[in-house]
């Protein structure tokens, strides 16, 4: 079984940073693609970024140089870190998972993920 929760979400101004952490529950050492996605209010939930267990990391165009998906292996966190926030930002932010551990040639693809959290929500204001 496999749980996942986020958090560290918030309402920043535009400019600013914020770190999303997701908390990987598992019966057995979880080293699977990851993703974080992010959906804002009558919008499509969108990736944001994805990462596997050789390191493969891959960003949507809209956030590269701003974001940064990381993962702390010895406590099975996966971080979303994210700078120059904008107000296209704002978003409930959710981490997935999937039960490879690779991403393979479509990291975004929201239906190849098992396992979902609850989301955090992101605000940024102008």
């Known amino acids: 079984q496999v749980h996942l929760a986020e958090s560290g979400g918030g309402s920043v101004q535009a400019g600013g940073s914020l770190r999303l952490s997701c908390v990987v529950s598992?019966?057995?050492?979880?080293?699977?693609?990851m993703a974080w996605f992010r959906q804002a209010p009558g919008k499509e939930r969108e990736a944001v970024g994805a990462?596997?267990?050789?390191?493969?990391?891959v960003y949507v165009d809209s956030v590269k140089g701003r974001f940064t998906v990381s993962k702390d292996n010895a406590k099975n966190i996966l971080y979303l870190q994210m700078n120059s926030l904008e107000p296209e930002d704002t978003a409930m932010y959710y981490c997935?998972?999937?039960?490879?551990?690779?991403?393979?040639?479509?990291?975004?693809?929201?239906?190849?993920?098992?396992?979902w959290g609850q989301g955090t929500q992101v605000t940024v204001s102008s």
């Open positions: 990462r596997d267990s050789s390191d493969f990391i």
């Open positions: 598992s019966d057995v050492n979880f080293n699977h693609c």
């Open positions: 997935a998972a999937r039960k490879t551990w690779y991403c393979g040639p479509s990291p975004f693809t929201a239906d190849d993920y098992n396992y």
